[in-house]
């Protein structure tokens, strides 16, 4: 008990000192700059994106169209094609290449014959229905997507400068058009995202095959420095072709794999970019500023919305983050079982949300544009418990603590929560005056919440508590200990339960200034 009165005083300490926005930057929007202060200045996440909470990433191109049954390169295949020659050959990632050399030699022949750029008229997305595969997101409770339109294999899923794109060869099909155009029929938000600074360093060993002939260089970046953050060169290449991307198609959210390109040695293309995105973006909205721009990695947060691929925040974050992780477990399609169980996404998605974070979760299509039924089964489960527990989800707030129980996400990337919560993990969101409590494990017996019980200054008097997606009166006392519910007789879920809870909340008036 008195360890959550700390974490109360705690976190209430460190969100009142200094974190207060600027009044002028609530008034009025002004320009942006190309600098990291005029972007953190002046940048504030968007109401759309804090309400959403769940958007579906799409891994789809070149990579699903190779043999299903493929071992290994699930998004890296190009880059690990050719071999060992990234790593040092006693390491584990050339072994791993040397393994796929082997096989790809055996299935599709010598990389010199049959290199990465001769699986692209094999890509051709003869069965792809964005529409149709839009409705389906947003069924399943997305209320956001973000195709992938260049990944690091140089491969633009658009109508592009670069020739090596989806309008000209593979599918003949300008992809992130019709996915944007899916999405405003739809009434969901559209985004994009670009992989594309770091080709040359992806395609390094293709440099000993076909990327060494002079033909296929724009395609491997074999004319460029490895050292690609550095190169100019190639930075003036990637800014023009990412301000093509936002300009034509007009995203209004932009993610980018790391941080934001072409800010090394002084150069500002990146920085140009980003502001650019966000000045546009105010021009498309009519003077209000809508748009997301997702990083890992920055000087400054308050500029853009982190991002923490597959994995999570150990604590409540102030400012509005998102966590990506894969569905299918290798990002772009081949023959695999999903990588969770729906009770483990289920949990992971609700402690996001807790902490103030989206969930960003990627599947995985086939070649032919369809979605692998396995994925699919996964999201429909999902949708399922959304529509019954969606309330304290969706345009919900952080409450004052984010939880309780014994399960510690770590934070960080590559480090994602796989095993299966307890029913003493408990999870909270706040929205129109109610308290939202998230038991993430279907309990056997009584639920004790102790960061409700009357002992502590979070609440006062506890005044009703519903099960979401049920009439049935429920038997609650609030004592000094915890707020205890008995299990009603119609339990309405396989994963986890809501709890409507309303209460004489003093706290949330100054809790929602200082989110604000």
């Not at 209004?252 to 990146?270: H, V």
Request: hydrophobic share 35%; aromatic share 14%.
């Amino acid at each position: 008990m008195v360890d959550i009165q700390k974490t109360v005083n705690k976190t209430l300490w460190c969100l009142v000192s200094g974190c207060f926005l600027s009044v002028n930057s609530l008034i009025a929007q002004p320009k942006f700059e190309s600098s990291w202060s005029s972007l953190a200045k002046n940048y504030k996440t968007p109401d759309w994106f804090r309400d959403a909470k769940f958007g579906i990433f799409m891994h789809w191109g070149i990579m699903a169209a190779i043999d299903e049954n493929r071992d290994y390169g699930g998004s890296h295949y190009g880059r690990y094609m050719y071999g060992q020659g990234e790593y040092p050959p006693e390491h584990e990632r050339s072994k791993q290449a040397e393994k796929l050399l082997a096989w790809h030699t055996k299935r599709y022949g010598n990389p010199n014959k049959f290199g990465y750029k001769d699986f692209i008229p094999m890509f051709k997305a003869e069965r792809w229905n964005p529409d149709s595969l839009v409705a389906f997101y947003k069924a399943c409770g997305a209320k956001y997507i973000v195709p992938v339109a260049v990944h690091h294999d140089n491969f633009d899923m658009y109508d592009s400068q670069h020739r090596w794109n989806a309008v000209d060869m593979g599918p003949k099909k300008d992809i992130i058009q019709g996915w944007k155009e899916a999405a405003e029929r739809q009434g969901v938000r559209f985004g994009v995202s670009t992989h594309l600074d770091r080709v040359a360093s992806f395609f390094q060993t293709s440099r000993k095959f076909d990327g060494k002939n002079p033909k296929y260089a724009d395609f491997y970046n074999s004319n460029y420095s490895l050292d690609y953050m550095n190169d100019e060169a190639w930075m003036k290449v990637w800014y023009s072709r990412t301000l093509e991307l936002v300009d034509k198609y007009k995203p209004d959210l932009l993610y980018f794999d790391g941080s934001l390109p072409g800010t090394n040695k002084g150069m500002t293309y990146g920085l140009d970019l980003a502001s650019h995105f966000y000045n546009s973006n105010i021009q498309k909205h009519n003077g209000k500023l809508e748009a997301v721009m997702n990083l890992k990695h920055g000087p400054d947060k308050r500029a853009f919305v982190w991002d923490i691929e597959r994995g999570q925040s150990d604590a409540l974050q102030r400012l509005p983050w998102q966590t990506d992780t894969d569905l299918s477990g290798g990002w772009f399609y081949r023959k695999t079982e999903p990588q969770f169980t729906i009770d483990v996404l289920v949990g992971n998605f609700i402690d996001i949300v807790s902490k103030n974070g989206n969930l960003l979760l990627n599947v995985g299509l086939k070649s032919d544009g369809t979605l692998p039924e396995n994925q699919a089964h996964i999201l429909k489960q999902l949708g399922a418990w959304l529509n019954i527990n969606g309330e304290g989800i969706y345009a919900s707030r952080p409450w004052l603590v984010y939880g309780e129980g014994p399960t510690k996400v770590t934070s960080g990337a590559f480090q994602e929560q796989r095993k299966p919560y307890t029913e003493q993990d408990i999870r909270f969101t706040t929205k129109d005056g109610y308290i939202y409590a998230f038991v993430l494990k279907i309990p056997e017996k009584e639920i004790n919440i102790k960061s409700l019980a009357s002992s502590l200054t979070l609440v006062n008097k506890i005044e009703d508590v519903q099960l979401l997606g049920t009439t049935e009166k429920l038997t609650w006392k609030q004592t000094s200990d915890a707020l205890n519910i008995q299990l009603p007789k119609n339990l309405n879920a396989n994963y986890a339960l809501a709890f409507k809870i309303k209460a004489d909340d003093k706290s949330k008036q100054t809790w929602e200034l200082i989110l604000e």
